[in-house]
């Protein structure tokens, strides 16, 4: 307790070990929301050189609601929302690739390539919450604090994800 | 549909029992089993976060560090600007001393330009705030006048006071010798019992204020800027005094008449010479070992 207390955002090693924490989900987070990897790597950096301006001002404990209300912010300077492009682990579970069909393995990657168009056409703020907690493995509380909304709305958002994604894939069969 | 939110809470893994049991007979489960696994495997595009780090970190932190630099440096030309005020009024208001020390003289100009000349051992105190308005100082010991000509200028001593217009003037006050030699203009001179004016050429000396007879003035200027010093009557324990401060040496007199008096010249660059006049003038011997020096009766 007193030892948080005492640190302060402004160390260097303080500041390194937040970003290391925070850094990547930032960013993926910004890149969900624009669908571009350039304006997500942008604003993450331009949320942590706030607070690294700022940091006199943050305590650490309120660093990572500060870089997501500055990320927040900055992505409504952001007009025009580019497809998410994803990708797929390259060493996937390997308990899934017990049968080495070739029909199965043609059939996984036809599946991949739809599901990876269905959430493209999510709409931004499903897409956010949903591969939030798929792919940085997020809980419904800490995405409810990042989007800023109600851990409802998040399940919502989650709920909605899911259905978009079955009918859009459905649909394309 | 009650099932509001019920694919995010089979996403997180927070259904019960039996809801996932009813949720796996469902037709649709299979596909969003299938959802739920292939997005497992999703990954964004690698990103650096390290070199992003190091884009934030190495960034110099340019407003805040340039406005601290600044405010410091503000703060310190503040406290210099502020010093400098004070020292200034410290310096115009408070009381100026100028001293020679043994061994020494001293030239200086005062605020209107006048110049003073210390010699050895004197000392002047004046007021430079309100200097042109009324000129007056106090001196301690001899000293050298050229006076810028303007409103009276006053010389006080503890045995007198001179004033003059514009002049040049030597006063010397030391123990109960008070004199005044006027070497330009016109001087007045006055002690407690009396008030002489003298013109250029003219002397008036006083002892223990008593005027006694002056030597006559023979040169443009003090003989003591000239590497000359001069007694008239004065007593030994009065030359001894002049030679240590001139010559900033300690002199011990044994067995020597103090009040006995003195009249003549004695250089003031030649210790050698001066002990020897005064030593041959008294009829007495001196040693001399560095800077101490014993006149013993022979």
């Known amino acids: ?173 | 549909m009650k099932e509001q939110h019920d694919l995010a809470k089979w996403l997180e893994g927070k259904m019960t029992e039996s809801e996932r049991a009813a949720f796996e007979k469902t037709a649709e489960f299979a596909l969003y089993g299938k959802i739920k696994m292939y997005s497992d495997d999703l990954k964004t595009p690698d990103f650096d976060a390290d070199l992003m780090f190091e884009k934030i970190v190495r960034r110099p932190k340019a407003k805040p560090v340039v406005q601290m630099k600044t405010n410091r440096f503000l703060r310190i030309a503040a406290v210099l600007v502020v010093g400098l005020g004070l020292l200034l009024v410290y310096n115009t208001f408070s009381e100026t001393s100028v001293l020679a020390q043994n061994g020494k003289t001293e030239t200086f100009l005062l605020p209107d330009d006048s110049e003073v000349t210390l010699n050895s051992g004197s000392e002047i105190h004046y007021q430079k705030f309100g200097w042109n308005k009324k000129r007056s100082l106090k001196l301690d010991g001899e000293a050298y006048f050229k006076v810028i000509k303007g409103k009276t200028f006053d010389v006080n001593t503890n045995l007198g006071k001179v004033t003059v217009v514009g002049t040049q003037f030597n006063v010397k006050a030391r123990r109960q010798r008070f004199e005044v030699t006027c070497f330009e203009g016109k001087v007045r001179v006055q002690n407690h019992s009396e008030n002489v004016l003298i013109a250029k050429g003219e002397r008036t000396t006083f002892e223990s204020g008593k005027k006694i007879n002056s030597i006559p003035v023979t040169s443009q200027k003090p003989q003591w800027l000239q590497n000359e010093l001069a007694f008239n009557a004065d007593k030994l324990s009065a030359v001894i005094a002049e030679l240590e401060r001139v010559y900033n040496v300690s002199i011990q007199p044994e067995n020597v008449d103090l009040d006995e008096k003195f009249t003549g010249t004695i250089p003031s660059n030649n210790i050698g010479l001066a002990l020897q006049i005064v030593s041959s003038a008294y009829h007495f011997e001196y040693f001399q070992n560095k800077k101490l020096i014993v006149f013993r009766h022979r």
């Open chain 1, 1 to 173: 307790m007193e030892k948080t207390a005492v640190e302060s955002v402004c160390e260097e090693l303080v500041f390194a070990r937040f970003f290391k924490a925070h850094a990547k989900v930032l960013h993926n987070f910004l890149y969900y929301k624009f669908g571009n990897e350039a304006q997500a790597a942008d604003a993450a950096q331009e949320a942590f050189i706030k607070l690294w301006e700022n940091c006199e001002n943050v305590p650490l404990e309120k660093a990572r609601s500060y870089i997501y209300t500055v990320a927040n912010h900055s992505s409504l300077n952001v007009i025009a929302h580019q497809k998410v492009v994803l990708e797929y682990a390259k060493v996937a579970n390997p308990m899934r690739h017990t049968s080495e069909n070739p029909e199965f393995i043609l059939e996984e990657q036809q599946f991949k390539i739809k599901l990876e168009r269905a959430i493209q056409n999510l709409t931004e703020s499903q897409r956010t919450a949903f591969l939030l907690h798929r792919i940085d493995g997020k809980k419904y509380t800490e995405i409810a604090e990042m989007l800023e909304i109600s851990v409802k709305a998040v399940e919502k958002r989650i709920h909605g994800a899911l259905v978009s994604l079955r009918l859009e894939i459905e649909n394309i069969k």
